[in-house]
């Protein structure tokens, strides 16, 4: 994905986890509506990390440079 879209979808994921939430807890199911907001965020989190993996790789070779 494109930095660009990351926060689209990012943005996209935290509205559908939010009302899925809000649904869930207002038909008394709060186990499914805790179980949704971690389900959003292992996905969000498994979206980001090659995004954090690179970001750490560029910083490694910038310091590297000046050894």
């Known amino acids: 994905m494109t930095d660009i ?6 943005m996209a ?6 009302i899925l939430h809000t ?3 207002q038909a008394g199911r ?3 509506a805790y179980l ?3 389900v959003g965020l292992a996905i969000g989190l498994i ?4 995004l ?3 970001l750490f790789s ?3 070779e910038v310091f590297n440079l000046y050894d």
């Open 58 to 60: 560029g910083v490694q």
């Open 30 to 32: 709060d186990e499914f």
């Open 23 to 25: 649904f869930l807890k």
């Open 47 to 50: 979206q980001v990390l090659p």
């Open 13 to 18: 994921l935290a509205i559908a986890v939010t």
């Open 36 to 38: 949704a907001l971690v």
């Open 5 to 10: 879209s990351i926060i689209f979808f990012l």
């Open 52 to 54: 954090l993996q690179d």
